[in-house]
Structures are given as structure tokens and as C-alpha cells.
């Protein structure tokens, strides 16, 4: 049976939003929203642990290529 996460506290009805994995052990889940902030919520708890702003514009997709590194590329 697939987990399903729901993700709260975020603005997305103008596009499709990406979400990826994020952290060491993939223990937070990191996506953008159409204020232009970007979310971080834990994978267990499903709360949001931290947000940051991204871009004026909105952000619409996260890449998270190195997990050890804090680094995250917006679009």
C-alpha cells in the first residue's frame, strides 16, 4: 500500500508543484509553493519544520542533488 503525506501550510493552485526528499537519512520532504516560499516538512510528523523564501515568482521545482550538503536548486 503506497504512504500517503500531507503536506499543509503551503499556497499551490497556479501549477504543478515538484517534491523531492531531502536530508541525510530523506527525513524531511522539501517543496515550493506559488507565494514564492519553500517548505520543509519532517516525513514522519508531517509538520513543517522550517520554510525560507525562494523567489518572487513562485518556486515549482526543488532539486536536491547532493543530501549531505545543505544545497537545494530552485526553479
Known sequence: ???VIVGRGCCDVLTVKGVN???P??????????C???YLWHRNTE???????GD???VVCILCCQPSFVILQLD
Do not use: A, C, Q
Open 47 to 53: 509538520k513543517i519544520v522550517n520554510f525560507f523564501h
Open 36 to 38: 514564492g516560499n519553500v
Open 56 to 58: 518572487d515568482g513562485g
Open 21 to 23: 526528499f531531502y536530508g
Open 1 to 3: 500500500m503506497p504512504v
Open 25 to 34: 537519512r530523506s527525513e524531511f520532504i522539501v517543496s515550493g509553493s506559488d
